[in-house]
């Protein structure tokens, strides 16, 4: 007897062998061209979601069986299963499945914090990154490039902004490299920017074979390449472009569905010199890395996923209807800014913050999760007492006399910043034009005092508890005039506590002191 074709099953096949040939042909060849987007998609479909091969798999069975039956009822069963719990609620299920996976484990190893990291003193995250960018495009100068994202790279001992300098133009990106990298230095509002001129053979920006994503792909194609954490760096002198990888743990549960599910984990870090030569290390590696030594390659995406799975940590019957302990990530205003925000800490490193609110409360932020830039180690900080969060830091900052009386300027980038245990919120106020930092403030995130300083030696100072500050270099004096220095600190309510103007000759001093209580006094030559 012979098999049955399709025609036994009432399908009519329209095409010739050669046209189905051409089609396949041209589906493969794309898929090598775009071979980043080819892997990134079958990784995610095959590895992160195994609701599809396990019930395809259980959809091919059928199928066989009523292929073989020549049963229409068995290969309608097969698509349905397919579709039904491979695609729809299989996909489902195995995320609710791997978010409480994940709750239960940070639970047993989140630290419990009694305070948050201190910020580091040296480094302040001074520039906001949009400002950074204004900064770097009109530093730019080099014809048919373009500057690729910002990140945060460690360089020469203090945090940059770091912006690949990649070809533009669609032939200088077929046939051009990567032109090298410019940093912003974010610890000054001061414009402090270096570029880096280093020809990179398989840089950013560059299409097809000789791109950067693409010889990662082919390098590890069985990880997920996080190309959100890409940045460019260099140690000792040698240039490299870095960038994370996660991976999938598979676990099984059976009730109340049957469903293999994909738990993600940080799974390295792929590291490229200038030759193309890619090194991929784990972990473990990357943390003793002296090329790594000061960077975040801890996955972004993985520590929101954490964070946002602690929603899960009662079931998802609790996330859905009865809300127990059910946080939300707290709201950032608009800005460029996302979770985590990456804070360099007291002993070196960048810590990643996110804030989180009880679900439906309003925008108090009760928690604050922390992890490790390079381990993703977590910590959290819990509050007895809600503290302001960063959407209402910058109003209160917007509120203030000094700030408000500005026609052209907005306040903008809440950055946490911890001193002496205490969190405030660090905020910029900017032009519209991003062209520069006007002011900067300190809002307690306690009792809502509002701190507003001028120029950066006023902020370290701030963040020091009163040190000398010499600002006779500030910008904006010239020979034989002074330095204009105001310290500006209110209430929540944008009332005034304290406030003093000071004119400091060139070369002067000035001391700051900005009490625990959040009052302010500034000493100096009388304005």
């Not at 991929?280 to 993985?302: C, F, H, I, K, W």
């Not at 800005?335 to 609110?357: I, K, M, Q, R, S």
Request: net charge negative; charged share 15%.
């Amino acid at each position: 007897m012979s098999a049955p074709g399709p025609e036994d099953f009432g399908v009519e096949v329209n095409l010739e062998r050669w046209q189905i040939a051409a089609y396949g042909v041209g589906i493969l060849v794309l898929a090598v061209l775009f071979l980043p987007t080819t892997q990134a998609l079958l990784y995610g479909v095959f590895v992160g979601t195994p609701s599809v091969v396990q019930w395809g798999v259980v959809a091919l069975a059928i199928g066989a069986v009523g292929y073989r039956r020549r049963s229409r009822g068995l290969l309608a069963l097969a698509v349905v299963v397919f579709v039904a719990l491979g695609l729809l609620v299989g996909p489902v299920v195995g995320g609710i499945y791997a978010h409480e996976d994940v709750a239960s484990g940070m639970q047993g190893d989140a630290a419990q914090l009694s305070a948050l990291p201190n910020t580091s003193q040296e480094n302040v995250r001074m520039l906001p990154r949009s400002v950074g960018d204004n900064y770097a495009q009109s530093s730019m100068q080099y014809p048919q490039y373009r500057l690729t994202g910002s990140d945060i790279a460690y360089r020469n001992g203090t945090y940059e902004w770091s912006y690949g300098i990649v070809p533009d133009a669609f032939f200088v990106s077929l046939f051009g490299n990567q032109r090298g990298a410019m940093y912003v230095n974010m610890t000054t509002t001061n414009k402090d920017v270096a570029v880096e001129q280093a020809e990179f053979a398989n840089g950013r920006g560059q299409l097809f074979f000789d791109g950067y994503e693409y010889q990662s792909v082919l390098h590890d194609p069985l990880v997920g390449h996080d190309w959100d954490t890409t940045f460019n760096a260099d140690a000792n002198g040698t240039s490299y472009i870095a960038h994370s990888t996660t991976t999938y743990d598979w676990r099984v549960r059976f009730l109340p569905v049957p469903q293999v599910y994909a738990v993600p984990r940080y799974g390295g870090v792929e590291v490229m010199d200038r030759s193309g030569s890619i090194d991929s290390l784990t972990p473990a590696e990357a943390t003793d890395s002296a090329r790594l030594d000061g960077q975040n390659v801890y996955p972004y995406s993985l520590a929101m996923y954490r964070v946002e799975s602690m929603q899960y940590v009662h079931g998802a019957l609790n996330k859905w209807f009865w809300k127990e302990d059910v946080l939300q990530v707290a709201d950032l205003p608009e800005g460029g800014n996302h979770w985590p925000l990456a804070v360099p800490t007291d002993g070196g490193g960048l810590t990643y913050f996110v804030a989180t609110e009880p679900t439906g409360s309003g925008n108090g932020v009760y928690q604050i999760w922390t992890f490790d830039g390079q381990t993703g180690a977590a910590g959290v900080q819990q509050y007895d007492d809600a503290q302001i969060g960063p959407q209402r830091a910058v109003e209160f900052v917007s509120r203030n006399p000094e700030v408000n009386r500005l026609s052209n300027a907005e306040a903008v980038s809440p950055i946490p910043v911890v001193k002496d245990d205490t969190l405030y919120w660090h905020v910029k106020v900017v032009p519209s034009s991003r062209s520069g930092v006007t002011y900067t403030a300190f809002v307690n995130a306690e009792s809502g005092d509002v701190t507003v300083l001028d120029g950066d030696k006023p902020v370290y100072a701030f963040m020091t508890r009163g040190e000398v500050a010499d600002v006779g270099n500030e910008t904006g004096g010239s020979a034989g005039s002074g330095t204009s220095v105001r310290v500006v600190v209110t209430d929540a309510n944008g009332t005034i506590v304290g406030t003093q103007n000071i004119t400091v000759p060139r070369g002067g001093d000035v001391q700051v002191t900005v009490s625990d209580d959040g009052n302010g006094t500034a000493n100096g030559t009388a304005a």
